[in-house]
C-alpha cells in the first residue's frame, strides 16, 4: 500500500496517494509512513504540515535504530525549513544533527543526500557549495546512485560558475540537463533541483538562450512524464529566466515572467518569493518607479537576499550613504561568489561617487575589477572599467574616463547587454564633451535611444539632460512617450482607448487576461497616467491613433 501510495506521488495523483496513505496509516504508526505523508503535504503546498509529518518520522527512526533513514529526513527538514518556511538556522541545524549521525552510523548514501540538503541556488558561500557537492559526488559514485551523481554534478557547475569558471561550469551543467532529458534521473525532486541550477547559471551570466532552450526541454520531458510543476518551481524557474531576461534588455517578457513569479511565490515559499521580488524591484527602479519598486519591498528589508534591489530603491530616492551600507552588508556574505559580486560592486561605486565618497568609490571598484577579472565573461571585464570611468571623472580625469570607456565598449562586443552599452555610452559622452562636443552628442543620443527602447526611464532622463547641456534639441519624455511604448503595448493601448475590456482585449490580441493586466501597468506607468480611461486622450495627444 506505501508502494502504491509513493508511485502516485511520483505521477502527481494525489488524490490516490493521500487515500492510500489513510489506509496505511490504519494499521499502526510507521515512520515510513509519515515520511510519504510529509512528501504528500509538500505536494499540495502545505509546508507547516510537512514538517510535523518529518519531525514525526525522524524520531521513529531514530527510535526504530534507522540510522540512514533517519538521515534522509533530516535532509529533508533542512530543505523544508529553509526552502519553504525562511528558516536558515534551523535548516543548518538539521544538517548538523544529520551529520553528526552519519558519522555515529558510518559511510551511507544518505549521507550525499544530506550534503545537498538545499538548493544550490540558495546557497550564498560557494566554497561551501563546492566542497558539499564535490562530497555528494564521491558518495554517488560509490553506491551508484545516478539521481544524487547526475544532482551533485548540477550543483558542483553552479558553484564553479559562481566562481568565475563558466566553460567547465556550463559543461557540467550541461550534461546533468542532458542526463535528466534522457530519464536517467527517476526522482522528479532530483530532476527539478538540476533545471533550477541550470536556470540560476543562466541569470548569473545573463544566457536567455540558454535559459530558453532548457526551459522548454524540461517542460518537454515533464509533459512526457504527466507531471505538474509546484508553486515553489514555477516561482523559481520564472525568477531566474526573469532575471536572464533583464540582463540582454528583454524587459517586456522578464517583466511578465518576473510578476508571475511573486505571485507563485506569495504562495508557496519566502526564498522563491525573495528571488522574484529582486529582480522584478531592479527592474521598476531602472523603469523609473521607484516608489513602486519600494512598496514592493516594504516587509523584507531585513533580507541580504533582496540587499542588491534595496540598495537600489536607497540610490533611487537620493540616500547614496544608505546604499551603500546597505550593499555592503550583502557583500559579506557571499564569499566566493564573483558572478554575483560584480553587479554589487558596481552598485557601491554607482552610490558612492554620487554621494561624493570618492575614495570608497575608488576601493570598490578595485575589488570589482579583482573580481571581474576571474571570470570568463567579457561584459564583466566591461562593468569594471566603466566602474574606473566613474571613478576617474569624479576626479576631474576626463582623458582617462573616456578612455575607460573606449576600452568597455569593446569589451561587450560579441555580448546582448544593451543597458550596459547604454550606460557606457552615456559615461563617454560626458567624458568628452569639454572637448568634442559633436562627439558627446552622438554617444548621448546613442544612449537615449537604447534606454527609450529598454523603457529605463531614469537613465533615459538623465541622457536628455546631457543632451540639453549641449544644447542639443531633445524631445522631452512626455514627447517621446509614445515612442517608448512596444509594438505590444501600442497595440493594448489604442484597444484601450477604444473602450474595450481586459477580457476582450486579450480575446482580440489571443492573448490571457493577465498578460494584458501586465501591459496596461506598464501603459499607463510610461504614459504617466493613472486610470485607464484617460489613454484615449493622451494617444490623440502625442499622435498614438
Request: glycine share 10%; with cysteine; net charge negative.
Amino acid at each position: 500500500m506505501l508502494d502504491a501510495a509513493l508511485s502516485a506521488l511520483q505521477t502527481g495523483d494525489l488524490a490516490a496517494a493521500d487515500e492510500l496513505l489513510a489506509s496505511a496509516a490504519a494499521g499502526g504508526e510507521a515512520p515510513e509512513v509519515d515520511e510519504a505523508r510529509a512528501q504528500l503535504s509538500e505536494a499540495k503546498g502545505d509546508y507547516p504540515a510537512a514538517r510535523v509529518w518529518l519531525e514525526r518520522a525522524f524520531r521513529g527512526y531514530r527510535t526504530s535504530g534507522q540510522g540512514p533513514a533517519a538521515i534522509r529526513v533530516a535532509a529533508g527538514l533542512a530543505r523544508v525549513h529553509y526552502g519553504f518556511l525562511g528558516n536558515l538556522a534551523a535548516a543548518k541545524g538539521w544538517q548538523a544533527r544529520g551529520r553528526r549521525l552519519a558519522a555515529e552510523h558510518g559511510p551511507c548514501l544518505e549521507e550525499g543526500y544530506l550534503e545537498l540538503a538545499l538548493l544550490a541556488c540558495w546557497e550564498s558561500d560557494i566554497p561551501a557549495l563546492t566542497a558539499a557537492s564535490e562530497r555528494a559526488l564521491a558518495i554517488a559514485r560509490e553506491f551508484g546512485d545516478a539521481d544524487l551523481e547526475v544532482r551533485a554534478l548540477a550543483d558542483s557547475g553552479l558553484a564553479l560558475v559562481s566562481a568565475g569558471q563558466i566553460t567547465e561550469g556550463l559543461a557540467r551543467l550541461d550534461e546533468a540537463g542532458a542526463a535528466v532529458t534522457a530519464g536517467e534521473v527517476a526522482n522528479p525532486r532530483m530532476a527539478s533541483a538540476v533545471f533550477c541550477a541550470i536556470l540560476s547559471a543562466a541569470a548569473r551570466t545573463g544566457d536567455a538562450a540558454r535559459a530558453a532552450e532548457w526551459t522548454r526541454l524540461f517542460e518537454e520531458q515533464w509533459n512526457e512524464r504527466d507531471l505538474t510543476m509546484g508553486a515553489y518551481q514555477v516561482s523559481h524557474c520564472r525568477s531566474e529566466y526573469g532575471a536572464a531576461l533583464c540582463t540582454c534588455g528583454r524587459w517586456d517578457q522578464a517583466e511578465v515572467l518576473l510578476q508571475e513569479a511573486v505571485e507563485a511565490g506569495r504562495r508557496s515559499s519566502p526564498v522563491t518569493l525573495w528571488e522574484g521580488l529582486s529582480s522584478l524591484v531592479s527592474l521598476r527602479v531602472l523603469q523609473g518607479r521607484v516608489e513602486e519598486a519600494a512598496a514592493l519591498l516594504e516587509g523584507w528589508e531585513d533580507r541580504q537576499e533582496l540587499a542588491e534591489a534595496a540598495g537600489r530603491v536607497a540610490l533611487g530616492r537620493g540616500e547614496p550613504d544608505r546604499a551603500v551600507a546597505t550593499v555592503l552588508s550583502a557583500l559579506r556574505k557571499i564569499p566566493g561568489d564573483r558572478l554575483r559580486a560584480v553587479p554589487l560592486w558596481a552598485l557601491v561605486v554607482e552610490a558612492a561617487v554620487a554621494g561624493g565618497d570618492l575614495d570608497r568609490a575608488a576601493q570598490a571598484a578595485e575589488s570589482l575589477e579583482q573580481a571581474a577579472s576571474r571570470t570568463e565573461i567579457s561584459s564583466l571585464a566591461a562593468e569594471a572599467r566603466l566602474a574606473a570611468a566613474r571613478v576617474a571623472a569624479a576626479r576631474g580625469d576626463h582623458a582617462s574616463a573616456a578612455a575607460e570607456c573606449e576600452g568597455a565598449l569593446a569589451c561587450l562586443e560579441d555580448e546582448e547587454k544593451p543597458l550596459l552599452g547604454g550606460a557606457i555610452r552615456l559615461e563617454l559622452a560626458r567624458a568628452v564633451a569639454g572637448t568634442d562636443p559633436s562627439w558627446s552628442e552622438v554617444e548621448a543620443r546613442g544612449a537615449l535611444a537604447i534606454f527609450t527602447r529598454l523603457g529605463a526611464e531614469t537613465a533615459a532622463a538623465a541622457a536628455r539632460s546631457h543632451l540639453r547641456s549641449l544644447g542639443a534639441r531633445v524631445a522631452d519624455g512626455g514627447s517621446s512617450a509614445l515612442a517608448e511604448l512596444t509594438g505590444r503595448e501600442l497595440d493594448v493601448a489604442r484597444l484601450i482607448a477604444e473602450g474595450l475590456s481586459n477580457q476582450e482585449i486579450a480575446r482580440r490580441l489571443y492573448l490571457s487576461p493577465k498578460t494584458i493586466e501586465h501591459h496596461v501597468g506598464r501603459i499607463l506607468a510610461k504614459l504617466g497616467l493613472r486610470r485607464r480611461g484617460e489613454v484615449a486622450a493622451a494617444l490623440a495627444r502625442i499622435g498614438g491613433r
